[in-house]
C-alpha cells in the first residue's frame, strides 16, 4: 500500500513538474535559449495568483490567466526588447544575459513580497479523495489535470495553428522561415511569451499545493533543467516523460535513501542521462 | 596570437604585483580586506579563462571547485593539517575529480555542457548539505587564527595574492605553449582542431583540471579567513556567474582581460554602490545586462577600437556592437 501511494505521489509530481519544464524546453528548442529566468516567471505567476488571493479573494483556479496574460507581456518585451538583440550571438550570451535579468527581478521580488513563504490556502484546501486506501489531496488532482490539460493545450496550439506552425518552422530552418515571410523577431517574441505564460500558469498552480517564495525560482529551473535533459528537447512527450521519471526517482529515491538526499538523486540522474544519451531519453537527434 | 610579453609589459607586471605587495603597508584593514576579495574573484576569473575563454567550454563548475576546495581545508585544519598543505590537497582533490569528471562532461557542447556543468556544482551542495564530515547544513567550524587583526589581515591578503600571481603566471606560460594554442584550435573549431592533431580530449581535460586548481585554493583561503562554512556560502552560483561576467567585461580569451574585469567590476561596484548592500545582486544583474548588450568582446577590445579610431567613435562602436546579433 506504501508503494501505491508512492506511486500516485510520483504521477501527480511528475504532472506538474510536466507542466513546469516544458516552456523552458519551448524557449531552448526553437531559439538556443537556456533561458535562466524561467523559474522567475514561475515564481511570478505563482505571486499573482497569491495576490489575487489573498487582496480580492479571487479563487486560486480563477486567476491562472490573469498570471499567464501578465507573464506573456513580460516575456514579450523581454525578447523584443532585450534579448533579440543578442540571440545569434554564441549561446552562453543569452545564457548569461537571462542571468543578470534574473538576478535583478529575484531581488526587486524579494524588495517587494518579502522572502516569507506563502502559500495559497483555499477553503477546499483541506479536502481528500479516497479509494482503495489511497488517499488523493483534491488540490494536488486539480493541479495534475490542470497541468496536463496546459500542456495539452501548447500541443495543440504548435501543431494546428499559423502561429505554431511558424515556431516550429522557424526552429527547423530560420533561413528558409524567415523566405517563407515568417517575421523572425516577432515569432521569437511570442515564443519566449507563451514560454513565460506557460510558466507562470504552472506557477500559479504549484502556489496552491505548494509553498513559493522569491527565490524559489532557482528550485524550479534545476527542476526544468533536469526535466528537460532525461527527456530531452524538441518534444512536448520529452517533457512528460521527463517529468513523470523525476517525479518517480524522487519519491522513491526518498524512500530509500532518505528525504535529505532527494534532490541530489535528480542531479544525479541529469549527470547519468548526459553520460549514457546526450541528447535526452526521448530526444531527436539533432536537438542537442 | 599570444606574443610573449615585451619587457615594458613584463616591467609594467612587475611593477602591478610590487604594488600590490607593498599596498598593505599603506592602507588600513578594510582596504585590504577590499583588495583581498579583488584579488579571489581575480582568481576565479582567470581561472574560468582556462576552460571557458581559450577552449571555449562554458563551465559553471567555478562555484563546485571553490567550494570543494574550501571544505577539504576545513576539514583538513579541523583534523590537524598546516594550512598551506591542505590548500595543496585541496588542488589535487580538485584536480582529480576535474579529471574523472572531465571525461564524461567535456564530450558534451553547448547548453548540455553547461548543464552539466551547474548540475555538478548544485550535486556537491547537495552532498555537503548531507554528509556528516561536512557539517550538513548546519555548517562547519575551522579553528582560529592566532594573532592579531593586522596579522591575520595581512596573512590572508598574501596568502590570496599568493594564489592570484599563480594563476596569472600559469596562464601567460600556457597561452605561450602549444597547450595554449591547441585550447584556442578547440574553441574556434574542434573538428579542424582534431583533424589537425590536436588531441582534442587530452586537451579539453588539461582545460578542465587548470580551471579547478586555482579556485581550490582560492576556496581554502577563503575558509581559513571566514572560520565557518556553510554549504549554500561556497557552492554558491554566483561565484560561477562573476567569474564569468569579469572575463567578458575585461575580455575573454586574454591573459589580461579576466584581471582587468575583475579589478575594475568589484572596485566599481563598492564605489558606486556600496551603500546599497541589500541591492548589490541587482546592481550585479543590470551591470550584466549591460556588459553583455554594448561590451560582448570586453573593454579591452574596445579600448583597442577606440584608440584607433578616436573617442569620437566610442558611440558608433557600441551601437555596432549590440546589432551584430540581432534578429
Known sequence: MVYGQILINSILLGGIYASIAVGFSLVWGV???????????????????????????????????????????????AQRGLINKIVRAPMFMSLILTFGLQLLVVRLAIYFFTGDFRSVQPSYAGFSISFMGLSVPFVRISIFVLGVLLTSILFWFMGRTRTGRAIRATRMDLDSAQLMGVDIGRIYAITYGIGAAVAATSGSLVSVGFAISPVSDVEFLSKSFIICTIGGLGNITGALAGGLILGLAENFGALYLGPGLQNAIGYVLLILVLFIKPSGLLGRKGFE | MFRPWSHIQWFGMGAGVLALILLPS???NDEIRKWMDILMVAILAVSWNFIGGLTGYPSFASAAFFGLGAYTTAILMNAGFNFFITLGIGACLCALVALALGVPILRLRGHYFAIATFGVAEFFRELADNLRITGGGDGINLPQITGGPDYFTRFFYFSMLGVAVLAVLTQYFVTRHRLGYGFVAIRENEDAAAMTG??????????????????????????YRAAFLEPIDVFDVLFSIKAIVMSMLGGVGTVMGPLVGAVMMEYLS????????????????????????????????????????????????????IQRFKV
Request: hydrophobic share 55%; glycine share 10%; proline share 3%.
Open chain 1, 31 to 77: 531559439m538556443n535559449i537556456l533561458n535562466i529566468l524561467h523559474g522567475t516567471f514561475l515564481m511570478l505567476g505563482g505571486y499573482v495568483t497569491f495576490w489575487m488571493f489573498k487582496l480580492y479573494g479571487v479563487d486560486p483556479f480563477l486567476s491562472l490567466p490573469l498570471s499567464a496574460v501578465c507573464m506573456f507581456c513580460a516575456g514579450y518585451v
Open chain 2, 26 to 28: 599603506f592602507v588600513e
Open chain 2, 198 to 223: 590536436v588531441d582534442t580530449t587530452k586537451y579539453k581535460i588539461i582545460a578542465f583540471v587548470l580551471s579547478s586548481i586555482f579556485p581550490a585554493m582560492g576556496g581554502g583561503v577563503y575558509a
Open chain 2, 270 to 321: 563598492d564605489y558606486l554602490w556600496g551603500a546599497f548592500t541589500e541591492f548589490h545582486s541587482a546592481f550585479l544583474g543590470i551591470i550584466i545586462v549591460l556588459v553583455v548588450l554594448f561590451i560582448p568582446r570586453g573593454l579591452m577590445a574596445v579600448s583597442q577600437e577606440v584608440k584607433s579610431r578616436g573617442w569620437g567613435s566610442l558611440g558608433i562602436i557600441l551601437k555596432s556592437n
